[in-house]
């Protein structure tokens, strides 16, 4: 794994440049092999479902976030540094906020916040 390439990718999730954090998470998966790729396939399914999320596609944000969690869960509590419980029980909470969006009982501007990805490794 690239670390570079992995903290450049940790910075963009938590300036909110989710396309961008997208891609470069997506070319380390493409060079990654098994535990490793399964991880990183499931932190760009959480910034595909943010970047979905901010651009009002709800059921779109909530497929991708469904996906990210379902993913990282076997990886918990920390992998590479990073501490996933707190981080999927955030998206667990934000998924319950998009459902009742799409079923029109919360106002998307009071979905939770997104959260950043916190790092042992770096900051």
């Not at 991708?64 to 667990?92: A, H, M």
Request: include cysteine; proline fraction near 3%.
């Amino acid at each position: 794994m690239n670390e570079e390439k992995f903290r450049e990718g940790v910075r963009l999730f938590n300036e909110r440049k989710f396309f961008e954090c997208h891609d470069l998470f997506e070319e380390i998966w493409m060079n990654e092999d098994g535990s490793e790729g399964e991880f990183f396939r499931g932190l760009i399914h959480l910034a595909v479902g943010c970047y979905h999320m901010n651009n009002n596609n709800y059921r779109g944000a909530k497929s991708q976030l469904i996906k990210g969690t379902q993913k990282l869960e076997p990886y918990k509590p920390e992998y590479l540094g990073v501490g996933l419980s707190p981080l999927l029980e955030s998206f667990r909470d934000i998924i319950l906020d998009v459902e009742r969006v799409i079923q029109g009982q919360l106002r998307h501007n009071q979905i939770r916040e997104i959260p950043v990805i916190q790092s042992n490794n770096f900051s």
